[in-house]
């Protein structure tokens, strides 16, 4: 790790993101259609819990109580190592250093996983719609490659190409809305899924197990806080009106897909169709062309989620390359288009290699892959705002701030309880998110990478600390924050 020199081009572009962009990247990371047709039909198929629309209600509770902290603390750390940067300003140091490597395990398996699941379903399209059968992983490796390239370029860029793909889905969730409540198994709209009685009995351990990943991506907003044009308000409104939307319009989709086939059947009924509920759905009210077009943007939409998240982890790297906490080559971005190019094809080498593993293991794409990734990062995403919330306490509670307590002291408080609570659940319900045929023992493995991340990266810090004091005293300070009186950036401390 060299400190001798230091990157010859390593700035963000500034003022390039308004809260429209980054409500696209967060909303795109959630990837709507992939939820209602794989995250939803799977919740329902595992749990047989009539209440799994409520439960997103329920989430986007949590979340927004947790990002009234959040918020309150973006307008004064404004850093591309987001989660990062909070807990060292909030928790400390090494807690910031544990923090980063928690996120890069979380925003890292994600990412890995959906190149299974676009593999996957890309293929079984390409081979169903025009007979070209081609193992999974040539899909999966020619979106790994798509993605690594628009990783290096403009980053308004992305967000264009987000919001194009982002619409069109939404457009297509909500024509099968539409056609199921115009369409309501026994001629009436049930009203089970909203019962907060239903989702309170059996399985809701699971439901909130797999609930919670269809939201991942809904805090990422911070990581482009340092590219946005106004940092004071831009990342606190795009968080609070992704947390609104995804938690509205994924609770209505469930409903929609309860009451299509009934509360009673709609178990039965994607346990035998899988997505194909709603495909199949948009073929019979609407036509076969309908239902190609959603297939295609549901394809399109595993691929939105994967550019998402493979800014977000460039952007860590990015981050942490900067302040030398790791090799100070991934603080290079782009003369040409200001993007964290060492970062971006640094992930895309990890994500090859990743896949290609699992090929030559033989294992499943989705089962398999995207599975044990998902689930994984699910447990490091509520870990890493459990710890961020405290860090809110943190790190107002030695400063002086002129938002209310309720922001700085009492939602974060809450948001810790019900975040811990929340890991929790996942953690000890981490089976529901394997399937029957995986090892029992990766229901503690899998969860455990994220606890060895943390420890491991409170080891370095710690490191840091003794060999390196210069890099240990900056970690989390190259941050900047908006000063107030003069409304210009200045670096946090100063």
């Known amino acids: ?197 239903n989702l309170f009995s059996t399985g809701v351990g699971a439901v909130f197990a797999l609930g919670i990943a269809a939201f991942a991506g809904f805090e990422s907003a911070a990581i482009y806080s340092e590219e946005v044009r106004d940092p004071r308000r831009t990342v606190a409104r795009a968080t609070f009106v992704a947390i609104a939307f995804t938690g509205l319009f994924y609770a209505f989709s469930a409903w929609a897909l309860s009451v299509l086939y009934g509360p009673a059947n709609v178990q039965g009924v994607v346990a035998e169709q899988g997505p194909g509920a709603i495909f199949g759905a948009l073929a019979q009210f609407g036509s076969a062309t309908l239902a190609d077009v959603a297939t295609v943007l549901f394809i399109t939409s595993i691929f939105a989620a994967q550019l998402s998240f493979h800014n977000g982890v460039a952007r860590y790297l990015f981050a942490l390359g900067r302040e030398r906490v790791l090799p100070d080559f991934l603080g290079r971005t782009s003369v040409r288009s200001a993007a964290p190019v060492a970062g971006s094809l640094t992930q895309t080498t990890l994500a090859l290699v990743v896949v290609i593993l699992f090929v030559v293991a033989n294992r499943d794409p989705v089962a398999d892959l995207f599975t044990w990734m998902s689930g994984t990062s699910a447990v490091g995403l509520v870990l890493l705002m459990t710890l961020t919330s405290a860090s809110v306490v943190g790190f107002f509670r030695r400063r002086p701030a002129e938002e209310s307590a309720f922001q700085t002291l009492v939602a974060p408080v809450i948001a810790t309880i019900l975040l811990g609570a929340l890991l929790a659940i996942l953690v000890f319900n981490f089976n529901a998110l394997l399937a029957p045929e995986n090892p029992s023992y990766l229901r503690w493995v899998l969860p455990g990478l994220v606890g060895l991340a943390a420890v491991v990266g409170l080891i370095w810090g710690a490191m840091l600390r003794t060999t390196r004091p210069e890099v240990y005293e900056g970690i989390g300070r190259s941050a900047t924050q908006v000063d107030t009186r003069e409304d210009e950036y200045v670096p946090v401390g100063a």
């Not at 990371?29 to 009539?50: D, I, K, Q, R």
């Not at 020619?142 to 987000?162: F, K």
């Not at 939404?170 to 809305?177: E, H, K, Q, S, T």
């Open 1 to 197: 790790m060299s400190t001798n020199h230091p990157p010859s081009h390593s700035g963000l572009a500034r003022r390039r993101l308004g809260v429209v962009h980054l409500v696209f990247f967060t909303v795109a990371a959630s990837a709507p259609l992939t939820v209602l047709g794989g995250g939803v039909t799977t919740t329902f198929l595992v749990t047989s819990n009539t209440g799994v629309p409520v439960s997103f209600l329920v989430l986007a509770a949590i979340l927004a109580t947790f990002a009234v902290g959040y918020a309150a603390m973006s307008r004064y750390v404004s850093n591309a190592g987001a989660f990062y940067s909070y807990l060292a300003n909030g928790l400390g140091r090494a807690a910031g250093v544990a923090g980063s490597f928690i996120a890069l395990v979380a925003y890292n398996t994600i990412n890995i996983g959906l190149y299974g699941l676009f593999g996957a379903v890309f293929g079984d399209f390409m081979n169903t719609k025009f007979g070209v059968d081609a193992p999974w992983y040539i899909w999966g490796l020619g979106a790994l490659a798509l993605v690594g390239l628009l990783g290096v370029l403009r980053v308004d860029l992305n967000a264009t190409i987000l919001a194009v793909l982002l619409i069109a889905e939404i457009i297509a969730v909500c024509i099968f809305d539409f056609f199921a409540f115009s369409n309501p198994a026994g001629g009436a709209v049930a009203f089970d899924g909203l019962n907060l009685g």
